[in-house]
């Protein structure tokens, strides 16, 4: 797992972009999948934590990218590939 410092470089040294881009959105959803399955995550808080932390991982990368990168986007992009996650999350006020 990697930090939001190295994830910021890789995509700040990066010549395609939009590819190294695709790449991290694939290690953050890998990610989610080895913290639930560390964790041990079975309940829905536990889950939703999980993304929580992630998003927060997200946006320290996001601002170390002169803004080219958009802070929340790896809640946006759950909610819009998950239509459950997405209804759950606004419930719950994230």
């Known amino acids: 797992?990697?930090?939001?410092?190295?994830?910021?470089?890789?995509?700040?040294?990066?010549?395609?972009?939009?590819?190294?881009?695709?790449?991290?959105?694939?290690?953050?959803?890998?990610?989610?999948?080895?913290?639930i399955k560390i964790r041990n995550a079975k309940i829905d808080g536990a889950i939703v934590a999980i993304i929580k932390e992630l998003n927060e991982?997200?946006?320290?990368?996001?601002?170390?990218t002169n803004g080219e990168v958009k802070e929340d986007g790896f809640i946006n992009l759950v909610k819009s590939k998950l239509p459950f996650m997405a209804d759950y999350l606004e419930n719950i006020g994230i």
């Open 57 to 64: 991982k997200w946006n320290a990368f996001a601002r170390r």
């Open 1 to 35: 797992m990697k930090k939001a410092k190295e994830y910021a470089k890789q995509y700040l040294q990066a010549e395609d972009k939009h590819k190294v881009l695709s790449d991290i959105i694939l290690e953050f959803f890998d990610e989610s999948q080895e913290l």
